[in-house]
C-alpha cells in the first residue's frame, strides 16, 4: 500500500518562502556600533533573489561552495539563504581558527568564492593567497579592498552587486537530501574535519528550534543570536527564527558585554543564544551597573561548555531571564539535548537537573557504552562514552575522514556522562580527557569544578599524564589568584573532602595562564606536550 | 558533494521510542465513567510491544491494515502504536458513518482485524457481517461479545490477548516513507475517499503540534483530545503529545458537557481540541453552573467548523481559556492553519485575525485560485479556491479516486475564501455551496451568519437553487426558535442592512430542523434535493 502524502521537499528555500510570504513584515536588526538598522523578510527575501542572480553570473553552478567569513549581520543572512535555496553550498568559514586551518578547510572543501565582512578583511587577506579555489572576494560593508585585491583574487562589492541584479530568482527543485551547507569542527585534534547539513537536516533541526521542547521559538518571539554564524550555524537560530516568523537582531561585531545590554535593552529580544563566557560577562557588567534592563528576554540558551548553576541562578533571581543550558556539538547541527525539568519536580531537583547537559529533543536518541562500544544502562550511574543518533546528526565526516567516530547508525561524541532514566545526560570529561588510571576513569572536569572552587584558584585544568603503574594520573595545572597563596598539599587537602581518595592528583604545577584553543577552550593536549617536554615545574605530593 | 547526515527515517516507532524512555513516567489517564483510570508511557510501550505479538500471531504481516471502531482510551493508544510501528497500517473507522459508508470503507482498504469498545459493539456488529476481508475481532472491555461472535468472525479479548505476549518485540526497520495510517473523508458527495499517511508525514505533523506556531506542546503540558482518534487522527494530539512528553487525558466515550467538565476539573489538562459544538455545550453548562473550574486549561484547540468569535471571548474572559481557531481536514493530517494575532496588534484587530481560519503553520503552503486555476493574490480581497500543500497533505486519495481534487502538488480543498497579506484565510464557503449567480459567487456561509444573529432564528440553511434568469440563486431553510415568529420579508429586510442587494435570498422556507451530515454539518445536498423534489413549502419574496 503506497502512502498517498505528496513528495514535498524539506529545504531552505521553503523556510525563506514561509518566512517572506507569511512573515514577511518582520523585522531583522543589525547592530552597527552607533545604532542599528532594520529590515524586513520580505526585504531579505529580494535581497536574497538578487544575490543568487549575482552568484549565477559570477559562474556559481550546482554544488560548488560559497563561503563566508563574517559576523552575525543581515548580509550573511542572505548568503545563508540563497547559496543553499539555488542549489549550492554554504560553507561558513570560522574566523577564530588559525590561517593553517582556514586554508586546510576552504581548499578541501573548495571554496570558490568567499564573502568576507570589511571589518575581517585584513584578516582574511592573510590568508587569501593560500585559497587555491577562491576565485572571488565579495566584500561586505565600506571600506578600502586593497589588501584583498592584492591576492590576485576577483574583488567585488556587495552592495554593487546587487544594485544590479533583479529581486526574482527561478529557484530549482532541490532533493531534500542534498548537501545544503558545510561547517567543520574545530577539534583540537588533528585537521578541522567537515560536516555536511543537508537541506532535509537543517529544516527538521530548524523545526526543533521552534518545538516548545527545543528552542520553543514562536512569531511571538524576538530572537538574539548572539552565538556566531561562523560556527555551528548559530545553534540553527538563524533558519529556525525564520521558521518560525519572529523577529532577528544581530549583533555583528559587538558582543562585548556593554554593547549587548545596550542592544538587549533597546531592540527588547525575548530569546538570545551565547556561551557561558558571554553570559558571565553579562552579569558582571550588570553587577556594576545595576540600572540596565534585560527583562525583556524570557529564556537564554546557553552552551559551548558546562553552565554553572550560580550564572542561571543570578540571572533568574536578579534579572528574571531563565538560562537553559543546551548540549550539541558541529556534527549534531547543534541542538542536541536540553536540560529542563518537568513539571512538579521540587526546586532543588530542578537546579540539579539544569545543571545537566539535559535530555534528548526528539528527533535525537542518547546513549552511553564502554570501551567495547558494549550499550549501557541509563541509571544515572554508568558511565560512558555519549552516542546519538538522529535525522540532524552526522553520520560520516566530509571526505570519510575519521571513520571511528561512527559505528552503527551512531556517531560516538567523544564525551563521557552518564545518562538518568528520565534521559538527563551529564557530561564529566571528552573521552580524550578522561584520566585512565589503573583500568577506572578519573573524570579530569569534575576535579577542575572542585579545584576553581577554592578561594584562591583562579584556573585549574587536569589532565592525565603517563604513569608506570597506574598507567595514567590526574596532573593539575593551577593558576592562583593575584595576591592570594596556596600549596599544592592544600588543595590536596582540599580536594580530599571533595572526591574519592584514589582521585586526588600527585602531580601540581603552577602556571601564570592555562593554554587555551582557538574557541577558548583548555587546550589538554599542549598541558600534556608541555609535561611530557618537561616545560612544567611539578610539585609531587603523596600522602 | 553528498551531505554527511545520518539516514535516519521519521518513524511512529522513533515517537514511541522517544516517549517510553525519556518520557516513561508521564501518565495517559482514561475515563470510566465513575472515575479515571491512569497508565505511563512505560507502560503503554509495553503494552504496544505484548500488542505487536499478538497481531503477529494473529497472522498480520506487511502493511496489512488493522482497523478500530473506538473512543479515544488507552487500548486505542495502543493501536495507533503497534500498528505502524510493525509495519502494518492503521485504519480508524468512523463510528458516525452510515452502515453502507463503514462496509464500503473496511471493504475497500482490506481491513484484516477490528479493535471494537464493547460500548460500540451492537454498533459494529451490525455491520460486521458485511466486512468481507475482517477475519477476527478484538473486543476491548468487558461485557457480552455474543452479537459479535453471531457474525462467524473470530472474537477475541484484547485482555486475554495482551497477558499471553511478551514486552519486547522486535520492531522492524521500516521506510518513512511507507504507509502508516489510513483514515477515509467523510465527505458528503460520493463514497468517502482514503488518504494514506505515511510515516513520515505522521512524524512531521506531530512536530507541527508540538511547534510554538502549532498547538505549542512541549512535556509541561498535560493535553485533552476530546476530538475523537476515529476521525481526522484526533488532529494529531496522540502522536504529537506522545512526542512531546506531556501527559494525555483521554474522555473515552464520556463527552457530554458535564462530563467534560468534570474531567477537566479533576485531571487539570492544560490543552485541549474539539469541534464549537462541545465548547458551546461547556460554555452554556458552566453558566448554569458557574462555581465550576477549568482554568487549568491555557489553550483550546478549536476547528471542524468556523468558531464564533463570542464564543472565544466569553471562554477568554470568564473562564481564562484561550481558543485558538484551527482549520484542517482529513486530507491535511489535519494540521494546516491556526489563528493567533502576531505580537503588538491592537486588540480589536486581534479578534478580526482570530476570527479568521489562521495562517499555515510552517510546513504548510496555501494559496487561493480561480475557476481557471489561477493563482489569485494574497490581498485580502481576492476571493478563489483554497489550495495547499507541503509534507502533511495529501496528493492523492486511495486507488487513485477524484482525481480532479489534485492539481500541479497542490491540494485543491474545495474551500472557497481569502488570504491577507500575512497570510491569514479566512474561509467564506465550500466551493460546492457557493451560489453562483450571474458569474458572480454569493456566500451562503455569510448568509448563514447574519440570518442566526437574528434573535427570532435558531438555524438558518443556505443553498443555491437553479434560476433561470441567474443560473442559481440562494434559498434560505430557517428554523424560528421556540415562541418566536418572524416572517420571510422581515428577515430579507433584516439581511438588506448586512449584505449587498444582489445577496438577498428571493426564496425562503421554514423547518423544524436543517438536515445534517454524519459528523453534524448541514447537509446542503439534502437540502438541494428536497427543494428539487418539491418537499419544502416555499415563500417568494422580492422587492
Redesign the interface.
Known sequence: ????????P?TIA??L??AT??????TVTTATGDGFRHTTYREIGADTARLANALRRLGIAG?Q?VATFMWNNQEHLTVYLAAPSMGA?LHTLNIRLSAEQIAFIANEAQDQVVFVDMSLAAQLAAVLPSLETVHTVIAVGDGDVAALVESGKTVLRYADLLSRESADFDWPALDE????A?CYTSGTTGNPK?????H??SY?HS??T????GF??????SVLPIVPMFHANAWGLPYGTM???ADLVLPDRFMDAKSLIQLIETQRPTVAGAVPTIWNDVMNCLEKDPGRDISSLRMVACGGSAVPVSLMQTFEERHGVQIRQLWGMTETSPLATLAWP??NVPREQQWALRATQG??V??V?ARIVDDQGAVLP?DGESVGELEV??????????LGRDEAKFAD?W?RTGDVGRID???YVTLTDRAKDVIKSGGEWISSVELENHLVAHPAVLEAAVVGVPDERWQERPLAAVVIKDGADVTAQELREFLADRVVRWWLPERWTFVDEVPRTSVGKYDKKTIRARHADNAYEVTEVRD
Open positions: 500500500m503506497q502512502s498517498t502524502m505528496q513528495d514535498f524539506l521553503a523556510i518562502r514561509h510570504t507569511v512573515h514577511g513584515d518582520r554544488d561552495r553550498v537530501n542534498s548537501a545544503a558545510m567537515g560536516v555536511v547539513y543537508s532535509r537536516s527538521l523545526m526543533a521552534n518545538v516548545v521542547n520553543g521559538i514562536g512569531f511571538g518571539d521558521m518560525a516568523g518537568p513539571p535530555r534528548p526528539c528527533g536518541e541509563s543518533r538522529g535525522p540532524w546528526i552526522t553520520g560520516s565526516y566530509y547508525g556517531l532514566a528520565l534521559g
